[in-house]
């Protein structure tokens, strides 16, 4: 099984902050990697999928880069509608494996 | 647009067995295969299982292969999931999601599952 390895767990942050969500793969992945957000009470809603597309209707402040074992999320302007957990999923090979999740909180 | 919604969820006691249902609509059900994925209660995200678009394939995670079944109707627009013997551990809200290229683009809102005596 791919283990997905997400850094870090939480953090804080204000608005407008440039925020970096990290996911490591235990072996390659080639690009085979989405990030999803997820508020409270809400199911999970996609925002990059190939590892660097982003999904229509999200915002360009998110972005996404990586490819093999290495990958990252990254908010380059913190907005109140922001705060929520984020996660990856890597969907090369089955069992599809998340990362343990990052919540991004207000500081 | 596209809208997934689950039911069937509820409080079943240790042993039992239940029946979750995804219903489909705003796209061409039978074209796309689908994953199940839960989220136990304060935490992070578990895949469960996948199907096809024509059911010719079918995984399951191991902790719930032998007890789970997944299954689908591609004329009713809908995805089942078959769950038994189902244990303290498998309280969660159940998400169905649809695949595309291998990814989980749409998700529905979800159905609790409780297992308790």
């Known amino acids: 099984d791919i283990q997905m390895t997400q850094s870090p767990s939480s953090l804080s942050a204000s608005v407008g902050d440039r925020v970096t969500i990290t996911c490591r793969a235990s072996q390659g992945i080639r690009n085979d990697l989405g990030w999803y957000q997820q508020k409270p009470g809400k199911a999970p809603k996609r925002l990059i999928y190939a590892a660097s597309s982003l999904q229509s209707g999200v915002p360009s402040r998110f972005s996404g880069s990586g490819s093999g074992t290495e990958f990252t999320l990254t908010i380059s302007s913190l907005q109140p509608e922001d705060f929520a957990t984020y996660y990856c999923l890597q969907h090369n090979s089955y069992p599809l494996t998340f990362g343990q999740g990052t919540k991004v909180e207000i500081k | 647009e596209v809208q997934l919604v689950e039911s069937g969820g509820g409080l079943v006691q240790p042993g039992g067995s239940l029946r979750l249902s995804c219903a489909a609509s705003g796209f061409t059900f039978s074209s796309y295969s689908m994953n199940w994925v839960r989220q136990a209660p304060g935490k992070g995200l578990e895949w469960v299982s996948y199907i096809s678009s024509s059911s010719s394939t079918i995984y399951y995670a191991d902790s719930v292969k032998g007890r789970f079944t997944i299954s689908r109707d591609n004329a009713k627009n809908s995805l089942y999931l078959q769950m038994n013997s189902l244990r303290d551990e498998d309280t969660a809200v159940y998400y169905c999601?649809?695949?595309?290229?291998?990814?989980?683009?749409?998700w529905g809102q979800g159905t609790l599952v409780t297992v308790s005596s």
């Open positions: 999601a649809r695949v595309i290229r291998k990814e989980s683009d749409y």
